[in-house]
C-alpha cells in the first residue's frame, strides 16, 4: 500500500534554530517527492520538488534531501524564524499514477521568540 | 496573478441542504482536483479531472459530485451533505510541469 509517514508529529524550536523534518514513503513505482508548506487555515504552498535523480534541492532557508534507495526524504529548515511556524506536508506521486499524490499528515512546526 | 480561487471561505449549513463550493483558476491548466482535510488524516483527494467533461473519482468521493464544463471551473457539490462532510476543503490545479496549485480553502460545517 502507498504510503507516507512523517516525523515528528510535532515540533517547538527557538528562534534562530536549525530544524530537520523527516519523511519515509513506500510509494512505487517513485516519480516525483514534494514538500508543501502550510500556514494555519490556508492553502500548501510548495517549497520543494525532486525527481529520483536528485537528491537535494534547496528553496532560501529550506533544504530538502532524497535518498531513493531507503526511501526517506529530509527538509532542513536553517536559522528559523517566526514565520516558518506551519505544517510541512510530504506529498509522494508514483509514476502509474502520476495523478495522484499520496500525503503526508504533515508535521507541526511552531518557532518561539 | 496566477492564483486558484475557492467560495466561500466559511459556510456553515444543515444536514441535508445542497450546495456547490466554486473553484476557479486562471493558469489555463487542464488538471484540477478537490481535496479534504481532517485533523491528524492529512489531505484525501475527493475528485480529480483531467480536462473539461474528464472528471474521475479520488480517495474519498462519496456524497460529493463534480463537474467540469469549462477549464477554468471545477466546482464541488454536495447533494446532501451530512455532519461526517464536515471539513476543510481546498481546490488545486496543476501545471504541465506537475506544480501543484492550491486554493485558499473552504471551511465547511455541516450540523
Known amino acids: 500500500k502507498n504510503q507516507v509517514e512523517q516525523s515528528p508529529q510535532s515540533l517547538i524550536i527557538l528562534e534562530g534554530k536549525n530544524c530537520t523534518l523527516q519523511?519515509?514513503?513506500?510509494?512505487?513505482?517513485?516519480?516525483?517527492l514534494r514538500w508543501y508548506k502550510q500556514d494555519t487555515g490556508r492553502g500548501p504552498v510548495s517549497l520543494t520538488i525532486?525527481?529520483?535523480?536528485?537528491n537535494t534541492k534547496s528553496n532560501g532557508r529550506y533544504t530538502a534531501t532524497l535518498d531513493a534507495d531507503t526511501k526517506q526524504s529530509s527538509l532542513h529548515i536553517t536559522a528559523s524564524q517566526l514565520s516558518d511556524s506551519a505544517s510541512y506536508i510530504c506529498?509522494?506521486?508514483?509514476?502509474?499514477?502520476?495523478?495522484?499524490?499520496?500525503f503526508g499528515s504533515g508535521t507541526r512546526l511552531l518557532v518561539r521568540p | 496573478e496566477a492564483q486558484v480561487t475557492q467560495n466561500p471561505r466559511y459556510l456553515i449549513t444543515v444536514t441535508g441542504k445542497k450546495l456547490t463550493v466554486t473553484c476557479s483558476q486562471n493558469m489555463n491548466h487542464e488538471y484540477m482536483s478537490w481535496y479534504r482535510q481532517d485533523p491528524g488524516l492529512g489531505l484525501r483527494q475527493i475528485y480529480y479531472s483531467m480536462n473539461v467533461e474528464v472528471t474521475d473519482k479520488g480517495d474519498v468521493p462519496e456524497g460529493y459530485k463534480v463537474s467540469r464544463k469549462e477549464k477554468r471551473n471545477f466546482p464541488l457539490i454536495l447533494e446532501s451533505p451530512s455532519p461526517n462532510q464536515t471539513s476543510l476543503y481546498f481546490c488545486?490545479?496543476?501545471?504541465?510541469?506537475?506544480?501543484?496549485?492550491f486554493g485558499p480553502g473552504t471551511r465547511l460545517t455541516v450540523t
Open positions: 525532486m525527481t529520483f535523480s536528485e
Open positions: 488545486a490545479s496543476r501545471s504541465l510541469s506537475y506544480e501543484q496549485y
Open positions: 506529498v509522494v506521486s508514483a509514476t502509474d499514477s502520476s495523478y495522484k499524490l499520496i
Open positions: 519523511c519515509n514513503y513506500t510509494v512505487s513505482p517513485f516519480s516525483n
